[in-house]
């Protein structure tokens, strides 16, 4: 389980990038790239860490499920992922 401080800055790190995407959006059309490097660090999508939405891991991450691998084989093999079953031949 990541630490709940480095979950919440992921967090406040999404709110800050929805914020400014609109005026992100608009520097980036006019290629005014000074507007944009006076905007804050975070606003950048690029700074936001994709995280398992169980155990907060940032590693091994499966887009898809919105997991981490360590988590995915455990819903996977409780059944709680539809569709997935453990592979046997």
């Not at 409780?78 to 079953?85: A, D, L, R």
Request: aromatic content about 8%.
């Amino acid at each position: 389980m990541a630490k709940k401080s480095w979950i919440e800055r992921n967090d406040k790190k999404r709110q800050v990038v929805a914020r400014y995407a609109e005026k992100r959006a608009e520097l980036k059309a006019s290629h005014d790239y000074e507007g944009l490097s006076k905007l804050p660090r975070n606003a950048s999508p690029v700074r936001v860490v994709n995280r398992c939405s169980v155990s907060g891991r940032r590693h091994a991450y499966f887009r898809k499920f919105g997991v981490s691998r360590l988590t995915f084989r455990e819903l996977a093999l409780s059944g709680m992922i539809p569709g997935v079953t453990k592979a046997s031949w």
